[in-house]
């Protein structure tokens, strides 16, 4: 049972943490040593794993106990490096330096939603390298994320919501873990409400409406999905009518 709950965990944070990389979120003003910030402050312009180099993180991380910024920049910094590592020893050690850096961010700006979002990726950046200890990560990916949700929920098109949905949609159930479809749908229609025109967010509801066995709804949001990706021209006339399958699908499913 363990051992199929730490192969579950290892598959998750490759879903988590490799789907919602490299996408931008918003930044942080500039920050006094010693000075919280408050939720309603503006977080502006900030891409999360935007290419650095090595020398880059070291020099913010000299500096992390100083400025939340440069522990955040750090942060990020290591969380771009550790998608540039063929190395797992040093995937596993840039994760876990990246996590104690946004971990120092948070206890300097404890209402930034952004320091909590990251925070939480960072996290599941080491938990997907070290899935022995996977297990033991979750809590910590879970109460991140929903601080960052609290805080500031529009972060990375509806991100803390949508890690959120992914984290109950993936893993496993009580008693091994904190799996729970009823969970899952109820954060990705708030990361969908947040960012309509995300398609993670919708296309992560589908799942999670089918996982808890709402076709109807499921079938109506992947009509809507697919509406909205229309493919190359070549192939529309294939596209239309397959959307009229699908719509005509849904219909039967709801006269059920």
């Known amino acids: 049972m363990v051992e199929k709950g730490l192969f579950a965990f290892r598959s998750l944070f490759v879903v988590l943490f490799v789907l919602g990389a490299c996408t931008h979120v918003p930044d942080l003003p500039p920050h006094k040593a010693g000075k919280g910030t408050g939720s309603t402050q503006k977080e502006t312009g900030f891409p999360i794993c935007a290419p650095c180099t090595r020398d880059q993180a070291e020099e913010w991380e000299a500096s992390a106990e100083k400025s939340a910024m440069s522990a955040l920049r750090a942060a990020n910094c290591y969380a771009f490096l550790v998608g540039q590592e063929p190395n797992k020893a040093s995937k596993l050690a840039d994760a876990k330096k990246g996590r104690e ?46 601080l960052a949700s609290d805080l ?22 009580i008693p091994v873990s904190i799996g ?17 025109a995300c398609p993670e967010n919708r296309m992560g509801l589908v799942e999670a409406l089918l996982k808890e066995g709402d076709v109807e709804k499921a079938c109506m949001h992947l009509h809507e999905l697919l509406s909205d990706m229309p493919p190359a021209r070549s192939l529309e006339v294939s596209w239309r009518k397959a959307l009229g399958l699908l719509k005509q699908l849904c219909s039967t499913k709801r006269s059920e």
Request: charged share 25%.
């Open 101 to 146: 850096l946004a971990e120092t961010a948070v206890k300097v700006l404890p209402k930034s939603g952004l320091t909590h979002y990251l925070y939480a990726y960072l996290t599941g950046l080491e938990a997907e390298n070290d899935p022995l200890h996977g297990l033991e990560l979750v809590s910590v990916i879970e109460r991140e994320a929903l």
């Open 152 to 173: 500031n929920p529009a972060i990375d098109r509806g991100g803390p919501d949508r890690m959120l949905g992914e984290l109950y949609l993936r893993a496993p159930g």
């Open 180 to 196: 729970d479809a009823e969970k899952a749908v109820a954060h990705y229609q708030r990361a969908l409400a947040i960012a309509p």
